[in-house]
């Protein structure tokens, strides 16, 4: 069974920065793909980054140049550095794990639990992120 644990999140004025974390538990040598999603209030969730075993990496474009994912595979830990953090950042922050048929990380996030079935991926319980201007 696979677990995604997150940490990291906090409150930061606009323009603060905030790194955060997702360690997974179980079969990890299944994902092909790794990444973020965020809750924002009242809205729809948002696939945020993503990166695969290539090392290939994915963002939405409201976070380019603004926020990084990158990877520990040794300790099995994802990371999001987020920069220039804007009132509009604010949410609850998931970090997710794809395996199964392999497709386009960012879309197979996007995809998950909409017409890729939740039984080929897991998320983690999320951490909080505001940014308050």
């Known amino acids: 069974q696979v677990q995604l644990v997150e940490s990291g999140g906090g409150s930061v004025l606009s323009g603060g920065s905030l790194k955060l974390s997702c360690i997974a538990y179980g079969k990890t040598e299944d994902f092909y793909c790794m990444g973020w999603f965020a809750q924002h209030p009242g809205k729809k969730r948002e696939v945020i980054a993503g990166i695969d075993t290539d090392d290939i990496k994915q963002y939405a474009d409201s976070v380019k140049g603004r926020f990084t994912i990158s990877r520990n595979s040794a300790n099995n830990t994802l990371y999001l550095e987020m920069n220039n953090l804007k009132f509009e950042d604010t949410g609850l922050y998931h970090c997710?794990?794809?395996?199964?048929?392999?497709?386009?990380?960012?879309?197979?996030?996007?995809?998950?639990?909409?017409?890729?079935?939740?039984?080929?991926?897991?998320w983690g319980q999320g951490t909080p992120v505001t940014v308050s201007s």
């Open positions: 997710v794990a794809i395996w199964g048929p392999r497709q386009e990380c960012l879309s197979a996030i996007k995809a998950l639990g909409v017409t890729l079935p939740v039984t080929y991926g897991a």
